[in-house]
Nanobody
Framework: QVQLVESGGGLVQPGGSLRLSCEAP????????VGWFRQVSGKEHEKVAC????????VYADAVKGRFTISRDADKNTVYLWMSSLNATDTAVYYC???????????????????WGQGTQVTVSS
């Protein structure tokens, strides 16, 4: 069973930046599509970015284009979500999720992701 571990959330002022990390101890993320999702209480998961190692594909939701960057560090087996110009609408619990696949991540729906982390809270407030 793949376990994903997120970290890096917290409280940040509007206009600030945060970096979230997603690690998979014992598993090689190079074999996976990895997505970052966020969820506000009472709403469904929203995919904000995804990365497909094998398909070489990176996709962003329109709401975060130009502000968020997803990247990977193969040596550390970690996927990052760099977030900048944060605003109150970015407040949510952020999750990373993975699926063992060579498919491009933008072809995967939320239910297609097999493994999920526990989530990390991001709060944007002055």
């Amino acid at each position: 069973q793949v376990q994903l571990v997120e970290s890096g959330g917290g409280l940040v002022q509007p206009g600030g930046s945060l970096r979230l990390s997603c690690e998979a101890p014992g598993f090689l993320l190079t074999d996976y599509a990895v997505g970052w999702f966020r969820q506000v209480s009472g709403k469904e998961h929203e995919k904000v970015a995804c990365l497909s190692y094998r398909a070489g594909r990176i996709v962003y939701a329109d709401a975060v284009k130009g502000r968020f960057t997803i990247s990977r560090d193969a040596d550390k087996n970690t996927v990052y979500l760099w977030m900048s110009s944060l605003n109150a609408t970015d407040t949510a619990v952020y999750y990373c999720a993975g699926r063992h696949t060579s498919r491009a991540c933008d072809l995967l729906g939320t239910a297609d992701y097999e493994f999920w982390g526990q989530g990390t809270q991001v709060t944007v407030s002055s």
